[in-house]
């Protein structure tokens, strides 16, 4: 089965930016569409980025023109960029993978998480 690894949360003032990363492993029909979502205690998951194989992405208004997807296939990875990051980016992310392969923020779409990286804005 899928396995989802993410990496490179922490803490950061305002202003700063992150660098999350996903490890996927396991069949690759899995991971067609990858994407990251964030929850913070008490709400609702929220999609906020997804790349399909080919490239397309789809962003949450809240993170467009800051924060990018991008992914290797050949690595089995996907990363996200966080710049200008804002107190209100504090959360939990998620790494996702779905068998579709269209790009998709709803995250009951996805099928495979990884555990969850903290990610804190001061």
């Known amino acids: 089965h899928v396995q989802l690894v993410e990496s490179g949360g922490g803490s950061v003032q305002a202003g700063g930016s992150l660098r999350l990363s996903c490890k996927r492993s396991?069949?690759?029909?899995?991971?067609?569409?990858m994407g990251w979502t964030r929850q913070a205690p008490g709400k609702e998951r929220e999609g906020v980025a997804s790349i399909d194989t080919d490239g397309n992405t789809k962003y949450a208004d809240s993170v467009k023109d800051r924060f990018i997807i991008s992914r290797d296939n050949a690595k089995n990875t996907v990363a996200l960029q966080m710049n200008g990051l804002k107190p209100e980016d504090t959360d939990v992310y998620y790494c996702?993978?779905?068998?579709?392969?269209?790009?998709?923020?709803?995250?009951?779409?996805?099928?495979?998480w990884g555990e969850g990286t903290q990610v804190t804005v001061s």
């Open positions: 996702a993978a779905r068998f579709g392969i269209i790009a998709t923020l709803i995250p009951g779409r996805y099928t495979y």
């Open positions: 396991g069949p690759k029909y899995g991971g067609r569409c």
